[in-house]
């Protein structure tokens, strides 16, 4: 009930028109399945990169800055909320995922991932993650409840993708910041992890490393390069993730605890000169992708369509990509692709940096521009 | 013994170059793991379908027509041989797939897929199977060991690809015969089948509907459009096959005895205005595509590569395919297809109707044009 009046509250005070002065733009696109509109609803966020739906339909989104902001579907954008921790806005590093606490409705908390400064006052940085209290005017009692490690002098390779379990635990994906990437194969840093903790930043028993010596206990799988994307899987409740090659390679892997996803050791990344290259793509101990693309799509970050809009989508994966402005759809049966469909490649321009379902059974795009879209695919009447 | 015999006869006797005057034309091509060679080794074929290694190297090759070649990797084609049974000629048609018997060095028999008339003089035809020995000269011994009912009349879907079970059984694939397309859900005939026999044309008693009244007891599986693609995986032993779909909807299947894959019930054919098509794509107890095509790829056959030459190729499933004269390559992990590689897009001109790994490991194609080519795959150096 609170949320409701929060919502009321900020509409009144903070919203501006996100679209400018034009309306909101509508493309019919016919794919294999459904016909399609793709509308813009909002063209004016500033570098957005993690989008979040409140359960009564607005979206909180971040943009990469380091400012947030509450957005409404008619295309209404706040002012920036305060009480967001202070980030290193530098390369990839900046402001970049946002989650919505399960029992929001009763805690009202909110996760923020972001690149955090050394606060010894060294070079290094660090992806971390902070949880907050959603109020009428921004953020109150933020909580650092994961801090990545070592802090690294890189701009790049945050990972940083925030998704809940169906157990209530939380899932931090993490990049192996590039120059340190050898760094994946080894249990004493966070560079190139998954990690899993409870939502108050303590570490489950039940991880996979728990009493290990020398490996950090948050940690539930290693071997990744650069973890964007993540969803749960709707029937088995698995965690599935999407993460980015070095050139070609982007791997689509359902990360086991404990388990070697392979990098740097094994990839399927490519030099496009045609000669057998030297990387090797299987590596004895480490887990094949589950599914892979080269060329390269650069994958954002995917859902699992569950609604009753688009009826057969119903249970496939959308894994949105920045190459192309494309959504890679998938068609699954059980686990194992069995087709993909390219989707929206002509009808959106811009890199597409974040996909969800809204609570509307919608599907939500925001893209990664200095004049970033809000899009809203919808089946076409 | 007899076989290298035959084979200097042959040459001495009926070889004539399939080159013309020009010599083997190389190209080379870049792909994500092998650079290689595109060879064309012989251009003078008509229409050939389907081909087959003799333990030496040799080659049988099809020709629609009704006309059976012996063809050496040197680009030598052989004189008509004999023995050939007299074929339906007409749209899909004609003399279609040969397959070399398992212990062929020590039985000589060879088998031969065709579109046979009906022997009552009737307007039918169907997909009949003859095995015969080979001969210096040609083929004798020739007795028809499958012949398709209904005979009925249709130019189209014949399916007719011939592959061994390890456990020395012969698959025979086939069509619906497009305008008997729901035949494929009744087990009275063989349109829409896979069909599993011993060599000499008898039923194995552990085929699924042997006993079943009103079942035809060769039936292996059905539900199925026009398959005409089938291999053995070199590992699990079972039994792949790749079908044409209707428009969109080529499928991969791993055909499980008496199992129903759902054509024409079940589709992932496309309207390509891009409405919701009525055609339903689960339909409850038939077997989902392990792998589809959309748009259609138009499917011919396929091979798992189990060769020293392609290391990186080694255990992956190359399907042939007459639209954009290409190879699909498909990575797999298990059973599971983990990546789709297109290949030789550019480098192939013409339909590519045959892919055959040879006894050297290299990789040959033929295309289906009234000057057929033979090509060849190397690495490159
Ligand atoms: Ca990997
Ligand atoms: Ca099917």
Request: aromatic share 8%; proline share 6%.
């Amino acid at each position: 009930m609170l949320r409701k009046l929060v919502a009321l509250a900020v509409t009144a005070a903070l919203f501006g028109s996100g679209l400018g002065s034009t309306d909101a733009l509508a493309e019919t696109v016919s794919t294999e399945r459904h016909k399609v509109t793709v509308s813009t609803l909002a063209d004016k966020l500033e570098k957005p990169w993690g989008m979040a739906f409140l359960p009564a339909g607005d979206l909180l989104i971040t943009e990469k800055s380091g400012t947030l902001r509450r957005v409404t579907l008619s295309g209404d954008i706040s002012s920036p909320l305060s009480g967001v921790p202070a980030v290193v806005d530098r390369s990839q590093g900046g402001l970049l995922d946002i989650a919505v606490d399960p029992n929001f409705g009763d805690n009202q908390y909110v996760y923020l991932s972001y690149s955090e400064a050394d606060p010894q006052g060294g070079e290094g940085n660090s992806t971390a993650v902070m949880r907050a209290k959603l109020t009428a005017n921004g953020l109150t009692n933020g909580k650092v409840i994961f801090r990545g490690a070592p802090k690294y002098k890189s701009g790049a390779h945050f990972g940083s993708r925030l998704v809940f379990a169906p157990d209530g635990h939380l899932f931090i994906t993490l990049g192996d910041r590039y120059s340190a990437m050898n760094d994946a194969q080894t249990l004493d840093n966070h560079h190139g992890k998954v990690v899993r903790i409870k939502p108050d930043g303590s570490v489950p028993s039940d991880n996979p490393f728990v009493g290990k010596q020398g490996a950090l206990p948050e940690i539930w799988s290693f071997g990744h390069r650069n973890v964007q994307g993540a969803a749960i899987h709707p029937t088995t409740g698995k965690l599935w993730t999407v993460e980015h090659g070095p050139k070609g390679g982007d791997e689509i892997n359902i990360p086991e605890a404990g388990h070697n996803y392979g990098w740097p050791e094994a990839t399927y990344g490519v030099d496009y000169d045609g000669s057998i290259i030297s990387d090797k793509t299987h590596v004895e101990g480490t887990v094949q992708p589950h599914y892979y693309w080269v060329p390269s799509i650069a994958t954002s970050n995917m859902i699992f369509y569950t609604g009753d809009k688009f009826p057969a989508w119903k249970g496939d994966l959308l894994v949105a990509a920045l190459k192309g402005s494309q959504v890679a759809r998938l068609d699954l049966d059980g686990d194992r692709v069995m087709h993909e469909e390219t989707l929206f490649e002509e009808a959106v321009t811009q890199r597409i940096r974040d996909i969800e379902q809204g609570p509307d059974g919608y599907i939500y795009l925001i893209t990664d521009d200095r004049n970033g879209q809000l899009i809203q695919i919808k089946p076409a009447q």
